[in-house]
């Protein structure tokens, strides 16, 4: 299967004082989607499915592979946005975005998601829309 680097904005400090911010992803299966379902932290909280399905398809995040949810848990908020927009990205066939690689500065393609994301809050129920072209995110 396919992974594409991705850099995230702010990055992950870790124990050592250094910020990670250099990683690979993957698109998704089906299983990757359906089996966070069946977890005791999703049943007692559904925010908890996006830190499982990320762990499944974030191959390596600095020096975290696996990526664990949570290693995830710990990102600052802008880079869980970005890792959220980057997996909708990738796993909606809509057309090409072109990320570069975090080594080589060259371009590697990758599927493009729309240019905004709508979710629904899992407690009041209210739908949120977040305008990628405004965040920075490559849509």
Same mark, same amino acid.
């Given at each position: 299967?396919?992974?594409?680097?991705?850099?995230?904005? !702010?990055?992950?400090? +870790?124990? *050592?004082?250094?910020? =990670? #911010? /250099? &990683?690979?992803?993957?698109?998704?299966?089906?299983?990757?989607?359906?089996?966070?379902?069946?977890?005791? #932290? !999703?049943?007692?909280?559904?925010?908890?499915?996006?830190?499982?399905?990320?762990? #499944? !398809?974030?191959? #390596?995040?600095?020096?975290?592979?696996?990526?664990? $949810?949570?290693?995830?848990?710990?990102? $600052? @908020?802008?880079?869980?946005?970005?890792?959220?927009?980057?997996? /909708?990205?990738?796993?909606? =066939?809509?057309?090409?975005?072109?990320?570069?690689? $975090?080594?080589?500065? @060259?371009?590697?393609?990758?599927?493009?998601?729309?240019? +905004?994301?709508?979710?629904?809050?899992?407690?009041?129920? @209210?739908?949120?829309?977040? *305008?990628? @072209?405004?965040? &920075?995110?490559? !849509?």
């Amino acid at each position: 299967m396919n992974e594409y680097p991705f850099m995230l904005p !702010v990055g992950l400090l +870790t124990s *050592d004082g250094r910020i =990670q #911010r /250099a &990683g690979t992803i993957r698109p998704a299966t089906a299983l990757d989607e359906i089996e966070p379902l069946g977890d005791e #932290r !999703v049943k007692r909280n559904e925010a908890y499915y996006g830190l499982l399905l990320l762990s #499944r !398809v974030v191959t #390596r995040l600095g020096p975290f592979s696996p990526v664990t $949810p949570e290693v995830l848990a710990a990102l $600052p @908020a802008p880079d869980y946005a970005y890792l959220q927009a980057l997996y /909708a990205s990738l796993n909606t =066939q809509t057309g090409t975005v072109v990320l570069p690689t $975090p080594n080589s500065g @060259a371009a590697a393609p990758v599927p493009a998601g729309p240019s +905004t994301l709508e979710t629904e809050c899992p407690h009041c129920g @209210a739908v949120l829309e977040l *305008d990628l @072209a405004d965040t &920075g995110v490559p !849509v």
